[in-house]
């Protein structure tokens, strides 16, 4: 008998999860292949500290063979280019597979809502090979400062586009560690501008209003302007051109204004909404019996509120849980589950000891919250690795 060819696209939260799941599951009883972009992991959801330099971002990817049992899965280092529906295959950089189950977990990209100029002169790609570039980027304007005989403000001026949950996170590391980069490069703090812009007509959309309070005056102590309501119209080389006809110069600008599904969902010719496969309760896409659609590239609507569910790694992680089931269900004839996500909460951090969030019905504040981030983001390393991964990989709570 063949053994079915399963094809996982992605080793982001989503293509991680199903991939360890499945190679328990089903074993040597299926051909497990694991394509992505690079031979290591990263966790998305801790860039903004490698990308405001408060973290390394080596401390954010590991290498795929040292969590995966690669006795058990295939992996492929390669770019998927398109999915051929039709014919079952997937088109890669470097050659082509075929598969009898497809699971896509390609993640996301910045969503621009048609704003010009943010590709090429805001920094908006959320990967590690990104957030490398703004670290340095950042370092580099404090550097050039002093050495300018003719002192620009716009070189120290810093834009964050997009106040939602990576926008905040992002200016809470950057805003903790400006006063250590004045110290560093002999730059009194008035010198330096940080704005958060926002379209909406409130920050962190979503969260609790004396949550959002406090993450407001905590990093407006530190420096930062809010401009709430206020949507921005252009990116331009000089800095950002607002609705209201206003220019803010800056030599940066961060752009965290939410995100698509990738854009090889689109590509391929799957029906999407912002590049998000609205996907069927056992998270198949419509139509498709074989393939699997999870993490950022799924959606999937909260019927209490009608409104889509927001792209998490929370989500993305359960997603894997249900997917790995349903293909092993498929496998043996049985039925399969639908997926129910079960939000445990949201923790946002400011940057230092600071962060805010809801775990079940509670509010929580300040050093508790931030205990209860690094947690989260354990677990995940738990969920992935089990406890030997917490240990040589995790983040200390204290
Ligand atoms: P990802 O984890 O993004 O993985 C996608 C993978 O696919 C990557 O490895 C990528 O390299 C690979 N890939 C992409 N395109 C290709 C291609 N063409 N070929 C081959 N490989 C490819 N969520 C939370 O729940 N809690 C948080 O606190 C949180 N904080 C966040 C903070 C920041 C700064 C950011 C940016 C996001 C945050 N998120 C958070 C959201 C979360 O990171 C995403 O929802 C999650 O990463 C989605 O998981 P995924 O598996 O769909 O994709």
């Known amino acids: 008998l063949k053994k079915p060819n399963i094809v996982l696209l992605g080793a982001g939260y989503g293509g991680m999860i199903t991939a360890a799941r499945l190679s328990k599951k089903v074993g040597h009883d299926a051909n497990i292949t694991l394509v992505n972009k690079h031979d290591y992991h990263y966790q998305t959801t801790w860039l903004h500290e490698p990308a405001a330099g408060t973290l390394s971002a080596d401390r954010t990817r590991m290498p ?115 006063p250590e980069l004045c110290k560093t490069y002999d730059i009194p703090q008035e010198k330096v501008k940080m704005y958060v812009i926002e379209a909406a007509p409130t920050a962190l959309p979503g969260f ?46 961060v752009w965290a204004t939410g995100v698509r599904g990738s854009s090889i969902i689109e590509k391929s010719g799957f029906e999407a909404m912002r590049g998000r ?6 998270l198949r896409a419509p139509g498709h019996e074989d393939v699997f659609v999870i993490g950022d590239c799924a959606l999937i609507i909260n019927e209490e509120i009608n409104r889509p569910y927001p792209p998490t790694a929370q989500i993305a992680m359960q997603m894997a849980e249900t997917c790995a089931s349903n293909i092993k269900a498929l496998m043996d004839g049985g039925s399969l589950q639908s997926f129910t996500p079960e939000i445990k909460g949201t923790v946002a951090s400011l940057g230092g000891k600071e962060a805010i969030g809801v775990v079940g019905s509670k509010k929580l504040f300040g050093s508790t919250a931030n205990f209860m981030k690094k947690m989260i983001d354990n677990r995940y390393l738990f969920l992935l690795g089990g406890p030997g991964l917490v240990l040589k990989r995790g983040k200390n709570p204290m």
């Open 64 to 178: 795929i063979d040292s969590v995966l049992d690669l006795n058990k899965i295939n992996f492929v280092k390669d770019e998927v280019v398109e999915i051929k529906r039709e014919e079952k295959k997937v088109v890669l950089k470097q050659g082509e597979l075929e598969y009898d189950y497809l699971v896509v977990g390609l993640g996301s990209e910045a969503e621009t809502f048609g704003v010009p100029g943010v590709h090429e002169y805001a920094y908006c790609k959320w990967t590690v090979n990104g957030v490398r570039e703004v670290k340095e980027h950042i370092e580099y304007q404090f550097a050039k400062y002093n050495n300018l005989s003719e002192k620009k403000d716009e070189l120290l001026t810093f834009i964050v586009a997009g106040a939602g949950f990576t926008g905040i996170e992002f200016i809470g590391e950057l805003s903790e560690r400006v």
């Open 208 to 253: 609790d209003p004396e949550l959002v309070e406090y993450a407001m005056n905590l990093l407006e102590s530190r420096g930062v302007e809010f401009k709430i309501n206020c949507p921005i119209k252009e990116v331009t080389e000089a800095g950002v051109i607002l609705a209201s006809g206003d220019e803010i110069k800056a030599e940066t600008v």
């Open 277 to 282: 496969i609205k996907v069927e309760p056992d």
